[in-house]
């Protein structure tokens, strides 16, 4: 949610923003639902200034022997007008909530302008694609020969976009969590957290998955939230807190398992594991001062791509542009894996920095040191990675003519010295 104190104060640079959102222009409507809570709000308080003033009339006049009750019928009145004032402020409040509450954060000023993703700009590329001396396959006829990737007995458990992975490649799977888990909190000190991943309304609020994409989510008949990402319970673990300067940055990990309807994906990547109903990753969530955000995005997509360069997969790193970025992020770097099979890059980690945006829905502050009063915090989250999609790297960059799949050195450990997964092996 952004701040009604800055649209008002800014009314054409936050237009600006929206439109590059590709949006219509909102500031007029916002400034006018703030001025009526305003307005109200004075009222009301005009009118308990003027109650108070006539409460010591009352008493002066029956101090005096005289007949207090216009006086009395004058205090009644004011008492229903400033109800009325204070339900006129508290609805107009709401309406403005609810209209702040749909609309995205304001991209930073150093944000690429475009429409889409084919408006992101570049920033690096690490690593060369391989050369293979054979027609490299996509990950589905991988698993599928090996016969440890089955999406027919998923489909009659499940439907579509679900996946079953048995023997080594479940055992892969495994093993590349672990090794990010072990990456993140061994070497880049983020603290590691087993969160719930069945939340309430309030904790998709915060984090700005609701009201707007509901439909991208699955929901319980009881009313909890299957998470979308542990962005979501990382994030809001200081929901409502004011936090002591000392206490920050605080960075947090987590693998939990991850669940999106993808209703806005008919028809794209409707084979294999690029996009699924449920699915593993690696997430990271950095809560900081706002001075510290720019550099801790940075460091935070450095802290992803890591896992890329100890796994040997050729990856580029590009920022979105604002037509491209999601809900609640003010920037964001994309990392792109190789893939040889499709022979492109494709996503495999977001980082994005959402500035105070996520932090004033939550009303998650901390006290500056030697500050009087609290501050917003900014909060980062990132994957570190996708789990499933660094599976489905690893098989395109390590296949081999005969089928097979090269365990790559970093993984052999958390794979029992394992060298090669083939078919009969």
Known sequence: MFDIKWIRENPDAYDAALRK?????????????????????????????????????????????????ELIAEVSRSKEEQAAA?????????????????????????????????????????????????????????????????????????????????????????????????LQTVEHGYTEVNPPILVKDEA????????????????????????????????????????????????????????RSEAGAAGKDTRGMI??????????VCITRPEESDAELDRMTGCAEEVLKRLELPYRVVVLCDGDMGFSARKTHDIEVWLPGQDRYREISSCSNCGDFQARRMKARYRPEGEKGTKLVHTLNGSGLAVGRTLIAVLENYQQADGSVRVPDALKPYMGGLEVISRNG
């Open 275 to 284: 996009r699924q109903h449920q699915f593993n990753k690696v997430e990271m």
């Open 86 to 182: 204070e339900e006129a402020a508290r609805q107009a409040e709401t309406e403005l909530d609810t209209a702040l509450a749909a609309l995205p954060n304001v991209p930073a000023e150093d944000v690429p302008q475009g429409a889409d993703e084919n408006d992101n700009v570049e920033i690096r590329r690490w690593g060369e694609p391989a050369k293979f001396a054979f027609e490299p396959k996509e990950h589905f006829d991988i698993g599928e020969a090996l016969g440890l990737m089955d999406f027919e007995r998923a489909a009659r458990l499940s439907g579509a976009r679900f996946v079953v992975l048995t023997g080594a490649l479940a055992r892969l799977e495994r093993a590349i969590a672990g090794f990010m888990l072990d």
């Open 21 to 69: 959102r590709g949006m219509a222009p909102a500031a007029e409507s916002l400034v006018a639902l703030d001025s009526q809570r305003r307005e109200a709000l004075t009222r009301a308080q005009e009118i308990q200034a003027s109650r108070n003033k006539v409460a010591k009339e009352i008493g002066a006049a029956k101090a005096r022997g005289e007949d207090a009750a």
């Open 204 to 259: 998709l609020f915060g984090t700005g998955q609701l009201p707007k994409f509901g439909e991208d989510l699955f929901r319980t008949t009881n009313d909890f939230w299957m998470i979308p990402t542990a962005e979501v319970p990382l994030t809001n673990l200081v929901a409502g807190e004011i936090l002591e300067d000392s206490m920050l940055p605080r960075r947090y990990t987590a693998l939990t398992p991850c669940f």
